[in-house]
């Protein structure tokens, strides 16, 4: 069964650093693209953050850039996100998502763990 | 950066109803669009990729349309089940910017 697990939501203090974690079964890992959407409560989706397969390229949405750190470590089936400086507006579940390309080359988020919630408290 | 605007944000509808939800692109996108549904407390569910393919196990009630920069997801016969939030997703540009949402509630 292809699954992705998060791990590593907590409560931390403004100005404070966090690692979120999550695990890949069921599927070759090094071969996709993977990515990380968050959700404030009670708010839409907000997509943060991708890379690649071998974990060369890293993109970010504007409103984490500096602060936040995708990474991979393919020999472990393991997507990382590494949040620093974090303030109270980064509260939120945090997705991790397989990104896949379907027919006709089209590239959609096939599958999604089912969230970690982080939240930035004093 | 591409923005995705959804509308409505909110919507009211009945068992078997038919129902429709546009998407618009700030910027042309092909049909680089997908449709997501999110129900409370779980993870979004793919629908709809590349505007109008409908993803492996989804029910044939669900649709898309559209190329460019406007879309649409049609529901053709509301069932209990559907009844939850929906998003759309550009996958055009490097950031892979989403709508704000449509909550469909039972009127």
């Known amino acids: 069964e292809v699954q992705l697990v998060e791990s590593g939501g907590g409560l931390v203090q403004p100005g404070g650093s966090l690692r979120v974690s999550c695990a890949a079964s069921?599927?070759?890992?090094?071969?996709?693209?993977m990515h990380w959407v968050r959700q404030a409560p009670g708010k839409g989706l907000v997509w943060v953050s991708r890379?690649?397969?071998?974990?060369?390229?890293?993109t970010y949405a504007d409103s984490v850039k500096g602060r936040i750190t995708i990474s991979r470590d393919n020999a472990k089936n393991t997507l990382y996100l590494q949040m620093n400086s974090l303030r109270a507006e980064d509260t939120a579940v945090y997705y991790c998502a397989r990104a896949r390309v379907l027919s006709f080359g089209k590239n959609a988020f096939d599958t999604w763990g089912q969230g970690t919630m982080v939240t930035v408290s004093s | 950066d591409i923005q995705m605007t959804q509308s409505p944000s909110s919507l009211s509808a009945s068992v078997g109803d038919r129902v429709t939800i546009t998407c618009r692109a700030s910027q042309t996108i092909s049909t680089h669009l997908n449709w997501y549904q999110q129900k409370p407390g779980k993870a979004p569910k793919l629908l709809i990729y590349g505007a109008s393919r409908l993803q492996s196990g989804v029910p044939s009630r669900f649709s898309g349309s559209g190329s460019g920069t406007d879309f649409t997801l049609t529901i053709s016969s509301l069932q209990p089940e559907d009844f939850a939030s929906y998003y759309c997703?550009?996958?055009?540009?490097?950031?892979?910017?989403f709508g704000q949402g449509t909550k469909l509630e039972i009127k």
């Open positions: 069921g599927f070759t890992f090094g071969n996709y693209w």
């Open positions: 997703q550009q996958s055009y540009g490097t950031l892979y910017t």
């Open positions: 890379i690649d397969s071998d974990g060369s390229t890293t």
